[in-house]
């Protein structure tokens, strides 16, 4: 299967570099596969599981607190605002960022921030459910 | 001439404060590796951002539509200055020369009848600005009583500039930080954030982006995230700096310390040696008159 280069940065550290298979990205309007030799396009990410596949059949699962995906030529490059692979999870971070995203959900009266905060909520939970907490 | 004893007690004096610096010096070269560390680790993001943005800002033209902190708010009257600097002293030239730095910008302006605002993120250099611009400094950071900077801080001054910068308090943001080169080298930069300066074209390709959502709503979102990232940057590489200053500037001073040591001592055995062979002739000529 051809591979392309595949970066995800935060601000803290460079998370992942290298040659993949194909990656799954929680995008605003959706989840979104990115294979070798997508068309270039730019899209703004939610709150949500990346899925990365270097080798058939093995995929890395990585939670993504909002951020950017860039997909050019050269490859994917993934800005996140906060990425945490899921092998570093545990469910105090879990509730911690509950709790974080609750918060922003109160302190704004703005409804589409409203709306993201929400949908984030409920995307952190389905990933503690997911992880069998 | 001082005396023996004074002479021993300066010694000792020298040699404790040569205790301190050096003890100082291990501490900032220890805490230099994980600030440098930090700060370079940092880059990739900072870089990314600055290159997705200028392949988003190339295939934009300036309209009315197009966000103000990209095209700025159509003039330059009111200047805001961001200086960054240490919150505690000991490290030679660092705080002063951003301050400096920070100082002729502000005068520079003043001179040309525009409108300066300040804010110090750091005691040192509102300690040192405050004695000229004591009306223009509108707010003090303090990050005393942070040990490691993390994105939040960052954040947490991007959102108080953009509030300003929403309310229309200013028209240009100008971020004042050292940059790290080298334990040796710390470059004071003054880098304008607001409007947002764009590396034009980095690889303008003739490529059709696709946007989801269009490219005017990432462009809103984008744009606060990279004032954060670029005041997230300086703190960093200020981090940096600033121990890398204090430790060349505390291996300096335990240098001149050794050096005094050295050369006091060399007073003290002259002195003493004069002093044994001063008694000596005496006692030797006392004995010969009998």
Known sequence: ?133 | MPSLKDLRNRIASVKATQKITKAMQMVAAAKLRRAQSAAEAARPYAERMSVVLGNLASGITVGPETPRLLAGTGSDRVHLLIVCTAERGLCGAFNSSIARLARDHANRLMAEGKTVKIICVGKKGYDILRRQFAQQIIDLIDLRSVRQIGFEHGEQIAQKVLGLFDQGEFDVATLFYSQFRSVIAQVPTAQQIIPAQIEAGASSTDAVYDYEPDEGEILTTLLPRNLTVQIFRALLENAASEQGARMSAMDNATRNAGEMIKKQTMTYNRSRQAMITKELIEIISGAEAL
């Open chain 1, 1 to 133: 299967m051809a591979t392309f280069t595949f970066e995800l940065v935060s601000p803290e550290r460079v998370l992942f570099s290298g040659a993949v298979d194909a990656v799954v990205l929680p995008a605003t309007e959706g989840d979104m596969t990115v294979l070798a030799g997508h068309a270039p396009m730019m899209t703004s990410l939610k709150t949500g599981f990346l899925v990365v596949t270097d080798t058939p059949g093995n995929g890395k699962r990585i939670l993504i607190r909002g951020g950017f995906a860039d997909v050019s030529q050269t490859g994917l490059t993934v800005l996140a605002e906060r990425a945490l692979p899921a092998e570093e999870l545990t469910q105090e971070i879990l509730d911690q960022e509950i709790l974080q995203a609750e918060m922003q959900y109160d302190a704004t009266n703005d409804l589409t921030m409203k709306h993201t905060a929400e949908a984030a909520v409920a995307q952190l939970r389905e990933a503690k459910a997911a992880l069998n907490y």
